[in-house]
């Protein structure tokens, strides 16, 4: 009968086929999140236990916002965020063989500075956190965090029957889906945890991150550069004494765009310098109160975080638990409800970005992504379209001694999340939804042309 790598692949394979992966670009695949990202309810809720839009929104923005690791198989966080390295390339945006005496009335120029509006536009303050600020992504559905809509999810029953070796399953081998299973499908936490042990393991861990970006920030290899306009441009504004300038009408008039560029262009700034989460965070992440965390769960509590910060909080709380291979176990099947989510940034111009004759001052060509899926080794390689929502999770099978003890003190058991799951005899039930993959697209060369300034 089929084991448990047979019943993974299958369960790719049945998500594959049910998005046409098989009719797909090379540029698209469907990245299985390993484990899924458990979605609390509560997150998206207010103090009197309302469902609040605006919560659900920053918290979908701020999924949306993650830049994944290159890998056709696997989505995994790689805490830069997308409107980070956005704003780096729009405000660092240069065309080919142009002399600022020219770049005022320059096309393409003025096409970047036009982004640039609608970017900083687009910001939005948190609503757990003054200090913080996302920009808005759009869900449809857009009542994706209701668990009341999870009833009309499309559902999937996989029988054992109907399980496959990994082997005859084509669209999980065409995106390397084996080497998801090499090291295990059972990620284990110690018993019991400890939570002194815990809030030190977490604490090194993060103190190594934040010491390592902070000596990428601080490096002195990055040049000079005119630039556009930098995020804290309200700065600019307040200079040219434009209070008004958010209307519309004064946006897009030539001669304010024309005064905007040349402020800024007098006024040479330091090239953007990519961070991660963690430094962009460290004093949250520096003190970390274990009381905000659910120790038996490894996950924080909800409403306590921002939602960027918990995002990666929770990764970081099981990223390097061990892993072990399923042992003896068999006859599985499985159903669950899923919804694909699509993602649409306002905010970002893919068109844009995909035009040539220009560079990203001070970078080479394909700097940030070289536009293909082998060695790619950008920080912007890909961009998550759509993610994969489950529901209603019941996996049944002959489950052995040794695996049915481990998945009682595991935290995920292949992509699925099984921190609020339970037995009920043979069938292992979880509780909540959670984001069990991605939809990502390669993002084209950036930058398309070397900068003369590398």
């Known amino acids: 009968m089929a084991n448990a790598t047979d019943f993974i692949a299958s369960v790719y394979d049945t998500l594959a086929t049910s998005f046409n992966m098989s009719a797909a670009p090379d540029s698209l695949f469907l990245q299985m999140a390993w484990p899924g990202i458990s979605i609390s309810s509560e997150d998206c809720k207010d103090a009197t236990g309302k469902y609040n839009a605006n919560l659900a929104e920053e918290l979908f923005s701020s ?66 956190d003054p200090m913080e600020t996302y920009h808005k992504s759009i869900a449809t559905p857009s009542n994706w965090y209701d668990e009341a809509a999870t009833a009309y999810w499309t559902s999937i029953n996989i029988q054992s029957s109907q399980v496959k070796p990994v082997d005859s399953n084509p669209l999980f081998a065409k995106y390397n889906g084996a080497k998801l299973l090499e090291g295990g499908v059972i990620k284990l936490k110690s018993t019991p945890v400890n939570a002194a042990v815990l809030s030190a393991a977490l604490t090194q861990t993060i103190s190594k991150q934040i010491t390592l970006e902070s000596k990428k920030t601080k490096s002195n290899t990055f040049t000079i550069s005119p630039n556009l306009l930098k ?53 949250v992440f520096s003190s970390i109160n274990i009381q905000n965390i659910n120790v038996n769960k490894l996950m924080v509590k909800p409403k306590i975080y921002s939602a960027k910060q918990a995002i990666l909080l929770n990764d970081l709380l099981i990223k390097d638990l061990p892993t072990q291979k399923s042992v003896g176990s068999d006859g599985f099947s499985i159903s669950f409800k899923f919804c694909r989510v699509n993602i649409d940034r306002p905010w970002l111009n893919l068109a844009l970005l995909s035009s040539r004759n220009w560079n990203i001052y001070g970078t080479n060509i394909g700097e940030y992504s070289t536009g293909t899926a082998d060695n790619n080794l950008g920080i912007f390689p890909l961009l998550p379209t759509s993610f994969i929502l489950i529901s209603n999770v019941a996996i049944t099978a002959n489950w052995s001694a040794t695996d049915k003890d481990n998945l009682e003190n595991a935290v995920s058991f292949g992509p699925f999340d099984v921190r609020n799951g339970s037995f009920n005899q043979n069938t292992l039930e979880i509780k909540g939804m959670q984001i069990i993959g991605c939809l990502s697209k390669l993002t084209p060369i950036l930058a398309p042309t070397a900068s003369p300034y590398v």
Do not use: H
């Open 63 to 128: 999924l949306a916002n993650i830049i994944p690791v290159m890998n056709k198989s696997k989505y995994e966080n790689s805490a830069y965020s997308i409107d980070d390295i956005y704003d780096i390339i729009i405000s660092s945006a240069r065309p080919n063989g142009v002399p600022d005496s020219g770049i005022v009335t320059n096309p393409l120029f003025k096409l970047f500075a036009d982004a640039q509006y609608e970017f900083l536009l687009s910001e939005k303050g948190s609503v757990k």
């Open 231 to 283: 995020s804290s441009s309200q700065i600019v504004f307040n200079k040219m004494n434009t209070a008004t300038a958010a209307r519309p009408s004064l946006i897009l008039n030539n001669s304010f765009k024309n005064k905007l560029v040349t402020t800024n262009l007098k006024n040479t700034v330091l090239r953007p310098i990519p961070i991660t989460t963690f430094e962009k965070n460290k004093k």
